[in-house]
Protein backbone atom coordinates (compact mmCIF):
# COMPACT_ATOMS: atom_id res chain seq x y z
CA UNK A 1 0.00 0.00 0.00
CA UNK A 2 2.72 2.50 0.69
CA UNK A 3 5.05 1.56 -2.02
CA UNK A 4 1.81 2.90 -4.44
CA UNK A 5 1.78 6.16 -2.26
CA UNK A 6 5.74 6.96 -2.42
CA UNK A 7 8.23 6.27 -4.91
CA UNK A 8 11.99 5.29 -4.14
CA UNK A 9 10.99 5.04 -0.17
CA UNK A 10 10.82 8.23 0.43
CA UNK A 11 9.60 7.04 3.79
CA UNK A 12 10.95 5.59 7.26
CA UNK A 13 8.61 2.78 9.26
CA UNK A 14 9.07 2.78 13.05
CA UNK A 15 6.79 -0.51 14.19
CA UNK A 16 5.23 0.65 17.54
CA UNK A 17 3.79 -2.53 18.28
CA UNK A 18 1.66 -5.65 16.43
CA UNK A 19 -1.00 -3.44 15.72
CA UNK A 20 0.26 0.11 14.79
CA UNK A 21 3.42 1.72 13.04
CA UNK A 22 4.93 5.09 12.40
CA UNK A 23 5.57 6.29 9.32
CA UNK A 24 7.46 9.72 8.73
CA UNK A 25 7.65 10.64 4.73
CA UNK A 26 11.14 12.50 4.12
CA UNK A 27 9.23 14.61 1.67
CA UNK A 28 6.20 16.67 1.05
CA UNK A 29 5.28 14.87 -1.84
CA UNK A 30 5.70 11.49 -0.30
CA UNK A 31 3.21 12.89 2.61
CA UNK A 32 0.74 13.69 0.00
CA UNK A 33 1.01 10.22 -1.77
CA UNK A 34 0.84 8.58 1.42
CA UNK A 35 -2.40 10.22 2.97
CA UNK A 36 -4.03 10.07 -0.33
CA UNK A 37 -3.41 6.00 -1.13
CA UNK A 38 -4.66 5.36 3.12
CA UNK A 39 -7.60 7.63 2.63
CA UNK A 40 -8.48 5.86 -0.32
CA UNK A 41 -7.79 2.17 1.29
CA UNK A 42 -9.98 3.24 4.62
CA UNK A 43 -12.70 3.88 2.23
CA UNK A 44 -12.53 -0.23 1.59
CA UNK A 45 -11.24 -0.79 4.89
CA UNK A 46 -13.35 1.10 7.70
CA UNK A 47 -10.90 -1.41 10.04
CA UNK A 48 -8.41 0.93 9.00
CA UNK A 49 -7.25 3.99 11.45
CA UNK A 50 -4.47 6.59 10.64
CA UNK A 51 -4.06 10.04 11.62
CA UNK A 52 -1.49 12.83 10.54
CA UNK A 53 0.36 15.65 11.79
CA UNK A 54 1.11 18.83 9.94
CA UNK A 55 4.28 19.45 8.52
CA UNK A 56 6.53 21.54 11.01
CA UNK A 57 7.81 23.94 8.26
CA UNK A 58 4.44 24.99 7.36
CA UNK A 59 2.22 25.02 9.78
CA UNK A 60 1.04 28.28 11.43
CA UNK A 61 3.29 29.70 14.85
CA UNK A 62 0.65 29.24 17.47
CA UNK A 63 1.63 30.74 21.51
CA UNK A 64 -0.25 31.49 24.30
CA UNK A 65 -0.23 34.69 25.62
CA UNK A 66 -0.89 35.03 29.44
CA UNK A 67 -1.88 38.95 30.93
CA UNK A 68 -4.37 40.53 28.33
CA UNK A 69 -7.44 41.27 30.14
CA UNK A 70 -10.63 38.89 28.68
CA UNK A 71 -12.35 41.38 27.38
CA UNK A 72 -9.80 42.93 25.05
CA UNK A 73 -11.30 43.09 21.98
CA UNK A 74 -9.44 40.64 19.49
CA UNK A 75 -9.46 42.99 16.26
CA UNK A 76 -7.10 45.26 18.47
CA UNK A 77 -4.96 42.90 19.22
CA UNK A 78 -4.35 41.47 15.77
CA UNK A 79 -3.61 45.70 14.61
CA UNK A 80 -1.28 46.39 17.61
CA UNK A 81 0.25 43.54 16.81
CA UNK A 82 0.59 44.50 13.03
CA UNK A 83 1.67 48.11 13.97
CA UNK A 84 4.64 46.13 15.67
CA UNK A 85 5.50 44.63 12.57
CA UNK A 86 4.45 41.02 13.34
CA UNK A 87 3.02 38.55 10.80
CA UNK A 88 0.07 37.81 13.20
CA UNK A 89 -2.72 36.04 11.51
CA UNK A 90 -5.32 35.28 14.25
CA UNK A 91 -5.83 35.62 18.28
CA UNK A 92 -8.95 34.20 20.09
CA UNK A 93 -9.17 34.39 23.92
CA UNK A 94 -9.84 30.99 25.32
CA UNK A 95 -12.69 30.33 27.28
CA UNK A 96 -13.86 27.80 30.07
CA UNK A 97 -16.64 26.08 31.17
CA UNK A 98 -17.98 25.80 34.52
CA UNK A 99 -20.88 23.87 36.25
CA UNK A 100 -23.42 26.36 37.87
CA UNK A 101 -26.05 24.10 39.32
CA UNK A 102 -29.68 25.28 39.18
CA UNK A 103 -32.33 23.41 40.15
CA UNK A 104 -35.67 22.51 38.36
CA UNK A 105 -38.88 22.24 39.58
CA UNK A 106 -41.85 20.74 37.41
CA UNK A 107 -45.48 22.92 37.94
CA UNK A 108 -47.73 20.46 39.81
CA UNK A 109 -50.72 19.67 37.81
CA UNK A 110 -53.82 21.66 37.76
CA UNK A 111 -56.85 19.81 38.59
CA UNK A 112 -60.54 21.80 39.00
CA UNK A 113 -61.05 20.92 42.46
CA UNK A 114 -58.52 23.17 44.80
CA UNK A 115 -59.00 20.67 47.96
CA UNK A 116 -58.31 17.21 45.95
CA UNK A 117 -55.33 19.44 43.56
CA UNK A 118 -53.25 20.35 47.20
CA UNK A 119 -53.40 16.55 48.08
CA UNK A 120 -52.95 15.13 44.96
CA UNK A 121 -49.70 17.57 44.71
CA UNK A 122 -48.74 16.61 48.59
CA UNK A 123 -48.83 12.60 47.26
CA UNK A 124 -47.55 12.98 43.74
CA UNK A 125 -44.70 15.49 44.32
CA UNK A 126 -42.68 15.97 41.07
CA UNK A 127 -39.11 15.27 41.78
CA UNK A 128 -36.72 18.13 42.24
CA UNK A 129 -34.35 17.59 39.15
CA UNK A 130 -30.82 18.57 39.72
CA UNK A 131 -29.61 20.11 36.22
CA UNK A 132 -25.85 20.72 35.48
CA UNK A 133 -25.81 24.00 33.74
CA UNK A 134 -22.31 24.93 32.17
CA UNK A 135 -21.72 28.45 31.83
CA UNK A 136 -18.66 29.98 29.57
CA UNK A 137 -16.23 32.19 30.79
CA UNK A 138 -12.97 34.01 29.24
CA UNK A 139 -10.15 33.29 30.70
CA UNK A 140 -6.86 36.10 30.81
CA UNK A 141 -4.94 33.41 28.16
CA UNK A 142 -4.93 33.94 24.18
CA UNK A 143 -4.07 31.57 21.40
CA UNK A 144 -1.83 34.06 19.21
CA UNK A 145 -1.41 32.63 15.76
CA UNK A 146 1.86 33.23 13.29
CA UNK A 147 2.61 32.79 9.91
CA UNK A 148 5.33 30.41 9.83
CA UNK A 149 7.73 32.94 8.17
CA UNK A 150 7.83 34.75 11.82
CA UNK A 151 10.53 34.90 13.65
CA UNK A 152 9.98 32.85 16.61
CA UNK A 153 12.70 34.53 19.35
CA UNK A 154 11.19 37.77 18.02
CA UNK A 155 7.56 36.76 18.78
CA UNK A 156 8.47 35.15 22.39
CA UNK A 157 10.06 38.79 23.10
CA UNK A 158 6.78 40.65 23.14
CA UNK A 159 6.48 42.22 26.25
CA UNK A 160 3.22 44.02 25.70
CA UNK A 161 0.44 44.02 23.72
CA UNK A 162 -2.01 47.29 24.13
CA UNK A 163 -0.27 48.57 27.15
CA UNK A 164 -0.36 45.54 29.21
CA UNK A 165 2.10 43.49 30.24
CA UNK A 166 2.13 39.80 29.02
CA UNK A 167 3.93 36.55 28.88
CA UNK A 168 4.35 34.28 25.74
CA UNK A 169 4.79 30.85 26.41
CA UNK A 170 4.85 27.98 23.54
Do not use: W
Not at 25 to 42: D, M
Not at 98 to 112: G, L, Q, R, W, Y
Amino acid sequence: VLKRGSDDAQFSIKYINEDSCKINPLTEEAFRGITSVLKEEKVSNPNLQFYTHENKNSRNIKVLCRGLDPSTPIDDIVEDLKNKDFLILNANCLLKKIPVDAEEAEAPSKSSNPEKATKDSEKNKPPIKLIKVMKTIKLPLHQLEFEPAEDIEKVYGIKCILHQLIKIKQ
